[in-house]
């Protein structure tokens, strides 16, 4: 299994960007993926999640501003990030997980940095 997260960035408050995973070695249409983020000297978090038939959960932090999606056919996940805070600068991953955040399937790939400056 691998899950590789690419697309991440410096960016400016307020700015966008679009993050991608890419899932090998899955059943990836018939799993829900995830979203996570962890910044540093915190714990890893669940920010976003789209199950297999497209129903969507957000982090009450990032609701309204990021959005979820998924290409089946590429195996891959979407995160399209938009009003970007200074907050928001973590490392990003993937990975199929429970929609509480406290379970995931797989050992985490690579991550993708995200840096939002003020």
């Known amino acids: 299994v691998q899950l590789q997260a690419s697309g991440g960035g410096l960016v400016q408050a307020g700015g966008s960007l679009r993050v991608s995973c890419v899932a090998s070695g899955i059943r990836f249409r018939n799993n829900a993926m995830g979203w996570y983020r962890q910044a540093p000297g915190k714990q890893r978090e669940l920010v976003a999640r789209?199950?297999?038939?497209?129903?969507?959960n957000y982090a009450t932090s990032v609701k309204g501003r990021f959005t979820i999606s998924r290409d089946n056919a590429q195996n891959t996940v979407y995160l399209q990030m938009n009003s970007l805070k200074p907050e928001d600068t973590a490392v990003y991953y993937c990975?199929?997980?429970?929609?509480?955040?406290?379970?995931?399937?797989?050992?985490w790939g690579q991550g993708t940095q995200v840096t939002v400056s003020s």
């Open positions: 789209i199950t297999s038939d497209g129903t969507t």
């Open positions: 990975n199929v997980g429970s929609i509480d955040g406290r379970y995931v399937r797989y050992s």
